[in-house]
């Protein structure tokens, strides 16, 4: 899809990215843009679809965090790409929590390929594919309980991403993880 613009969108884009605070986006916070600027629910996904264009992260990262409140259809679609380009300034990880919480089944492919790519990159400490994969659960489709299933039944992958897709999935027990252990080697 191409994306046009206005010098209107980019002045809207300013206005809010101003209004946006640095850290975590509250209730309250969304419910103020969404007063200042009523339009914004149904604008945000063209307006990250021309920070993308434009390679604007740090924007594209605060309103992806915005546009995950308003949840407004396409989001996903707008995502998704991010997240399988892996751009170093775009905020993966937080990409990968918006689609859990969406919990879109088209998701499930990206998030997957997110985990494989990002796993072995982070022994002993997996806080991004812990991410994906409590996304995965969220998402629950059957692919994604399916690669669950595998990761937490393979004896080759480390036992915290074993024992984090168990969790997911629930067998934990069946599968005989210890939480306490589990807990202790991280």
Known sequence: MTVTSSGQDWEEISRIDASLPRGFLGENETERIRESF?????????????????????????FALLAAEFAP????????????AAPTAANQ?????????????AATSTVIAYFDR????????????????????AIGTEEAQSFLRSLAED??????????????LQIEDELGFDEDTMLASQ
């Open 118 to 137: 990002t796993w072995p990159q982070e022994t002993p400490f997996y806080s991004s594919s812990v991410k994906a994969l409590e996304a995965l659960g």
């Open 155 to 168: 004896h080759g992958k480390p036992a915290p991403l074993r024992w984090y897709a168990a969790v997911e």
């Open 73 to 84: 259809p396409g989001l996903v679609d707008v995502l998704r790409p991010v997240l399988q």
């Open 93 to 105: 990880e937080g990409l990968v929590e918006i689609l859990g919480d969406l919990a879109d089944p």
């Open 38 to 62: 009523p339009d914004a629910p149904q604008r945000i996904v063209g307006w990250l679809r021309l920070l993308t264009n434009e390679e604007e992260w740090a924007t594209f990262n605060r």
